[in-house]
């Protein structure tokens, strides 16, 4: 269980909050890059840790990220001109650069310099992967870029989307580490007597991202699995991200939480082949099963199957078939999500056990690192970005091997993930 003020301590972001000056601290994703369209399309509405931001390209490609109101009187800049090298208010005519500077005042005098007095709240951005990523906390603290493996393979390699869910950001993060569900919540994926269908055994390892979170499972002797270890491996990203477990011929994905306020998320998934474009099998998955990404409204991002319509769930089919009669994965998780005893679920009712080691885990981590931010130690993991580029692990191997053999086996060239002994 989590304490009433611990609960408080981590699902509230919005400005001034502890959990959302760290979140702060870290590059996050707040659009797709094909919701940023070109100059003549306008501006794109963007609310990110209960921050109301406009996002637009400038005519070079660049994307600007600034304060949705206007310094002036406070008119929606929503609402404004891009010009291609920033945005015009459309009330007074005061235009800003994507660096917030004020480039324009029409009405006010040249001789009175009072453009060079006002500034208009703008974040950093970074666009790679067909998605845009923004840097929103303190501007000397700005860390590097974190060097995704994605980062440096072709956009023919690379495929991203968005997904709204009705509920705080912790309980979809929690969800990603939850090993133990696969068997249950995913029943009709595991074949009967498979090694996945095992209780496995945890082990939670402190990395330069955050944790790796090891689930092993033995082969039972009498079966074709003795002898062999069927290892699933999590990397945890901080603050809210997660590399998914999948088998060496698939594609790996990112998944990260991202707040748009107390009660609402977006959660985006960014799937890559390292060694060869995403084949038209993937882009089936990708956009009809939904498995890790979602078909959604492609202008609220809210998927089409949700908790209006209860996911689509086919009774039949669930009494029969699956435990959940709900199709996809992803919508199975998503369904148990956002019905947690409310959008943001009250913790200290839970009744945990042995196999929630990893979410106590990554609790415990996300609580000291906050209470060290508000006592004014800077998070570690922000500035190192070459730790960035793993894998998960998916495998069933010889016993033989330790868990540090088959997680280095599988990482990328150049990875420099350094893992507690």
Known sequence: MLSIEDNELLTR????????????????????SKEVGPT?????KVTVLGEKLIAFRNKDNTVGLVDARCPHRLANLYWGRNEGDGLRCVYHGWKFDKEGNCLDQPAESEETCFKQHVKLKAYPTHEVAGAIWAYMGPADKKPPFPEFEFTLVPSDHVYASKRLQLCNWLQNLEG?????????????EVVPG??????????????GFGMLMIAKREGKDGTPHAGKINWRMTPYIMPSGTLIPQAPDRPQHLTFAVPIDDVTMMGYTVSWRADRPITGEDMRRFTEDDILHLRVDP????????????????????????????????????????DQDGPIAPRHLEKLGSTD???????????????GLQSGQEPAQPSASESFKCRSVFAEVSSDLTWQDVFKSVQPAGSKVALEA
């Open 13 to 32: 972001t919005g400005p001034g909050t502890a959990m959302g000056d760290l979140f702060r601290r870290f590059w996050l994703p707040v659009a797709l």
């Open 357 to 371: 080691l990893a979410i106590v885990m990554m609790r415990r981590k996300l609580l000291t690192t906050v209470k």
């Open 299 to 338: 202008e609220t991002f809210l998927p089409v199957a949700n908790i209006h319509n209860d996911y689509l769930i086919d009774r039949k089919s669930q009494a029969t078939e699956t435990m959940t009669g709900i199709p996809g994965l992803r919508l199975q998780d998503v369904a148990v999500q956002e």
């Open 194 to 207: 498979s090694m996945v269908a095992l209780a496995p055994r945890y082990e939670i390892k402190d990395t």
């Open 176 to 188: 990603e580490l939850d090993t133990a569900h696969v068997q249950q919540l995913h029943q009709h």
């Open 40 to 44: 003549e399309k306008g501006p794109t």
